[in-house]
């Protein structure tokens, strides 16, 4: 079956633009997470969803990040201003179930967003 | 605070050398243990982990892991690395409560034919 999908695959922005990151998680999967991974770095925990509300949002770094899944299948990461420091790759996990942490994430190919 | 660390940033072996990568935790709490490939051009991958029961345990491709809770600790080891094994590895963890994974910040390992 079909993995987890992220779109695009590369965004470059100029600095000060609104991007928006989609991730489409493996169908049947309820809890979908959002992490960053800078460069030489492990990935960092950004938020999670279980169906459509955020369960956690405490790793979103300021009010410019934002994400959304509507209708508890695909969601969409957006970023206002863009800052050349908001350089990464963003990458989606999704899971069966969040059941106490006894989940196995797995992982799409991620967006390496390039902010100039 | 909540954080993993992981010993080694870059190793390079020959083929057939022993592995051990070491993995040090800090939480206080029960904790779920991961550890995550990455091969060159490749996306994240599931490793092995460990929920509970034997300390042991046994992934994909002839890796172990044992957990010692005394120590905090998650080492990964492989008896004889291949070439093919080239990729950087993340430890990481979720707590009981909590769907979150804290990773290292990755250690990278180069296998030499």
């Known amino acids: 079956g079909a993995g987890v999908s992220q779109t695009p695959s590369n965004k470059v922005t100029e600095k000060g633009k609104y991007v928006e990151l989609r991730c489409d998680p493996i169908?049947?999967?309820?809890?979908l997470y959002w992490y960053r991974q800078s460069l030489g770095q492990g990935p960092e925990f950004l938020i999670y969803f279980q169906g459509t509300g955020a369960a956690d949002d405490s790793g979103l770094p300021n009010d410019r990040f934002f994400a959304v899944r509507p209708e508890g299948s695909v969601s969409t990461l957006k970023i206002q201003r863009t800052e050349r420091g908001d350089s990464a790759v963003y990458l989606c996990a999704s899971s069966r179930e969040l059941a106490g942490g006894y989940n196995e994430q797995f992982f799409g190919p991620g967006t390496r967003l390039t902010v100039l | 605070a909540q954080s993993v660390s992981q010993h080694n940033h870059h190793v390079i072996l020959s083929e057939a050398a022993s592995l051990e990568l070491g993995c040090n935790y800090s939480?206080?709490?029960?904790?779920?243990l991961f550890w995550y490939v990455q091969y060159p051009g490749q996306h994240l991958q599931l490793l092995l982990k460990y929920f509970s029961g034997d300390p042991l345990v046994k992934g994909i491709k002839g890796f172990e892991a044992e957990f010692i809770k005394s120590k905090f600790s998650f080492n990964l080891r492989k008896p004889s690395v291949q070439w093919s094994d080239t990729a950087e590895y993340f430890c990481?963890?979720?707590?009981?409560?909590?769907?979150?994974?804290?990773f290292g910040q990755g250690t990278t390992l180069q296998v030499k034919p």
């Open positions: 939480y206080g709490g029960t904790v779920n």
């Open positions: 990481a963890f979720t707590s009981s409560n909590t769907g979150k994974l804290i």
């Open positions: 169908s049947g999967h309820t809890a």
